[in-house]
Nanobody, 126 residues
Framework: VQLQASGGGLVQAGDSLTLSCSTSERAISGYHVAWFRQAPGKGREFVAAIRRSGDIPYYADYVKGRFTISRRNARNTVYLQMNSLKPEETAVYFC????????????????????WGKGTQVTVSS
């Protein structure tokens, strides 16, 4: 499945932004989907994930309470609503898809994701 991340941009600290991850050729409903981010000079880190059923979201502690992941399978899209953004959250944000059966215990692991989008840049100015 080919994923396309969009919605990034330049915002000020405290602002909100919503990212979208979409696919056009296969139903995204068949995949668990996650968001990761990578800042310059750093490794890729987990942000949020959602099961293909849409019933259970997962969040990294550092975004819990500020970010919300959701999906609209009818639109083949997964969203990441980001509120109260901080300058240190400046990064390229990637969405990724997985079909692993053990998702509940491995959602934060980049290795289980076989499909990645190209990423969208989020820049938060202070």
């Amino acid at each position: 499945v080919q994923l396309q991340a969009s919605g990034g941009g330049l915002v000020q600290a405290g602002d909100s932004l919503t990212l979208s991850c979409s696919t056009s050729e296969r139903a995204i409903s068949g995949y668990h989907v996650a968001w990761f981010r990578q800042a310059p000079g750093k490794g890729r880190e987990f942000v949020a994930a959602i099961r293909r059923s849409g019933d259970i979201p997962y969040y990294a502690d550092y975004v819990k309470g500020r970010f919300t992941i959701s999906r609209r399978n009818a639109r083949n899209t997964v969203y990441l609503q980001m509120n109260s953004l901080k300058p240190e959250e400046t990064a390229v944000y990637f969405c990724a898809a997985s079909t692993t059966a053990s998702y509940g215990s491995s959602y934060y692991n980049t290795g289980i994701y076989g499909y990645w989008g190209k990423g969208t840049q989020v820049t938060v100015s202070s």
